[in-house]
T-cell receptor
Framework: DAKTTQPPSMDCAEGRAANLPCNHS???????VYWYRQIHSQGPQYIIH???NNETNEMASLIITEDRKSSTLILPHATLRDTAVYYC?????????????FGPGTSLSVIP | DAGVIQSPRHEVTEMGQEVTLRCKPI?????LFWYRQTMMRGLELLIY????????DSGMPEDRFSAKMPNASFSTLKIQPSEPRDSAVYFC????????????FGNGTRLTVT
């Protein structure tokens, strides 16, 4: 079973920030939080990951709570092309045990 | 960087036939994953390899499914015999198994079994 829970769907107005929450209350100290998105039936695309600190790249920002039990992916200015299913997963770094499980994710609809 | 390459992109076959899906991971990556995606069940992990060795195949649905990784640059997922319920999109992903490297997915193979 997936170790994360996400709302099944969200809407966001075009041009506004999209804030996608993820709960990972059983995360272990050596597990990273990763975010992916999947557009139509393409392969999931990596967005960002983090361990403890907040992270930002050209696509998004990742805010991880201090207790690491939840996180939020922020798309600062959502466009219609950001309509996709967004997956939050946790993954242990650097070991051979690597059972990466995806949950159902959040279906984000960006509305004009 | 050519990314993860899967072939074929589409496969249509009749029930009972053997199907072989192929994957070429990103050069240098030492972990490889096979996933299956359907509307009903979402993205399911079938099997993953580390340094060409299968680590966990508990997601393989039944004995009709088998996967091999004969070398670091090639993997196959075989279904024999195929059944209509095997119709799905099959994804391959690869990763460096060190640090916090992300998974990189291929574009998938859409399998239809009639």
């Amino acid at each position: 079973d997936a170790k994360t829970t996400q709302p099944p769907s969200m809407d966001c107005a075009e041009g506004r920030a999209a804030n996608l929450p993820c709960n990972h209350s059983t995360i272990s100290g050596n597990e990273y939080v990763y975010w992916y998105r999947q557009i139509h039936s393409q392969g999931p695309q990596y967005i960002i990951h983090g361990l403890k600190n907040n992270e930002t790249n050209e696509m998004a920002s990742l805010i991880i709570t201090e207790d690491r039990k939840s996180s939020t992916l922020i798309l600062p200015h959502a466009t219609l092309r950001d309509t996709a299913v967004y997956y939050c997963i946790v993954r242990v770094a650097g070991t051979s045990y690597d059972k990466v499980i995806f949950g159902p994710g959040t279906s984000l609809s960006v509305i004009p | 960087d050519a990314g993860v390459i899967q072939s074929p992109r589409h496969e249509v076959t009749e029930m009972g036939q053997e199907v072989t899906l192929r994957c070429k991971p990103i050069s240098g990556h030492n972990s490889l994953f096979w996933y299956r995606q359907t509307m009903m069940r979402g993205l399911e992990l079938l099997i993953y390899f580390n340094n060409n060795v299968p680590i966990d195949d508990s997601g393989m649905p039944e004995d009709r499914f088998s996967a091999k990784m004969p070398n670091a640059s090639f993997s196959t997922l075989k279904i024999q015999p195929s059944e209509p319920r095997d119709s799905a999109v099959y994804f391959c992903a690869s990763s460096l198994r060190q640090g916090a490297s992300p998974l990189h997915f291929g574009n998938g193979t859409r399998l239809t079994v009639t």
